[in-house]
């Protein structure tokens, strides 16, 4: 269940909602006037959003390219990689 609270709260009770972000990972939302207005989350919690959807792109770019057939071998794979790192050892 969502943790919802007001902007008043939030300036009245920035410990307690800070302290709610860091223990749950979770957002809370803030109202203005009855109405949604903010989401306030922790900068962990934002920062593991953001890597999933970096995640979520990079995989979906993945599958363009294999639906597209922008694909090498495995062989070809490793031959490029060799020319590019002659030293290294795959």
Known sequence: MPKITSSADLRN??????NFCHQYKEPVFITKNGK???AVMSIEAYEEI?????LYGALK?????????RVVS??????MFRKKYPGANI
């Open 13 to 18: 009770n920035y410990n307690e909602i800070s």
């Open 36 to 38: 949604g207005d903010l």
């Open 50 to 54: 953001t890597a999933r959807f970096e």
């Open 61 to 69: 770019q993945g599958l363009d390219d294999i639906e597209a057939g």
């Open 74 to 79: 495995a062989e070809d794979a490793k031959e």
